[in-house]
């Protein structure tokens, strides 16, 4: 019944994402939303122990997952590191070929005493000029639970907070982390509108354009 509510659900996010126009500034061959069947077999300790050894940072999944969609960033910053139980999500911004923008996630699985990569995407502007790029989709945690995430980057340092609207009606806000931003609930859904705001409760960008994953 779980994977037949679920799939019903994507159904409904599946249409929704047929109504909205493709987006201008966002390289949509940069996306990818797959689990990570030849993923290079680097790991990082669990937080409750059981393996002491010398590991990666916790970057290193995050760079060799990038170089697995055939980039190489720069200037790579994981900014969001975050238990999901039994999982583990990082948030993560990159300067990707000619200087563009990039922006993505990584659920990670604890599997012999180390995480490995679980699924993840990325998204990248098509100009090194862009202000700022959103994506929604979603990702199940090993034990089959479904969530929604929105994530992206802004480069305008005077943004403060982003604003989600959800196509249920319900509303979200999450605080930039050095331009990075990355917003979770659970359940399937998509999001209508995605607002960045100054301090002073401004509008920067009325509505982020969103690149499906």
């Not at 669990?46 to 980039?71: H, K, M, N, W, Y």
């Not at 200087?99 to 490995?116: H, I, R």
């Not at 980057?153 to 990075?180: H, M, N």
């Amino acid at each position: 019944m779980l994977w037949g509510g679920l799939a019903v659900a994507l159904l409904g996010v599946g249409l929704l994402a047929g109504c909205i126009q493709p987006v201008s500034n966002a390289n949509l061959t940069q996306t990818a939303l797959a689990p990570y069947a030849a993923f290079p077999t680097a790991t990082s300790a669990l937080p409750d122990g059981g393996r002491t050894e010398a590991t990666p940072a916790p970057d290193a999944l995050v760079g060799q997952f990038i170089a697995s969609r055939g980039q190489t960033p720069a200037s790579l910053l994981v900014w969001h590191d975050q238990l999901y139980p039994p999982d583990r999500l990082q948030g993560f911004s990159y300067t990707g070929a000619g200087s563009v923008p990039c922006a993505g996630y990584l659920l990670l699985a604890p599997a012999g005493g180390v995480w490995q990569p679980n699924n993840g995407a990325l998204v990248c502007a098509d100009s090194p000029a862009a202000g700022a790029l959103a994506a929604v989709t979603f990702f199940l945690t090993s034990d089959q639970q479904p969530y929604t995430i929105v994530f992206g980057r802004v480069l305008d340092p005077a943004v403060t907070a982003i604003a989600v609207q959800f196509s249920d009606g319900s509303s979200q806000q999450t605080t930039p982390q050095s331009g990075g931003f990355l917003l979770v609930r659970p359940g399937v859904t998509g999001a209508n509108v995605i607002t960045a705001i100054n301090a002073e409760g401004n509008t920067i960008f009325p509505n982020i354009p969103q690149s499906p994953v």
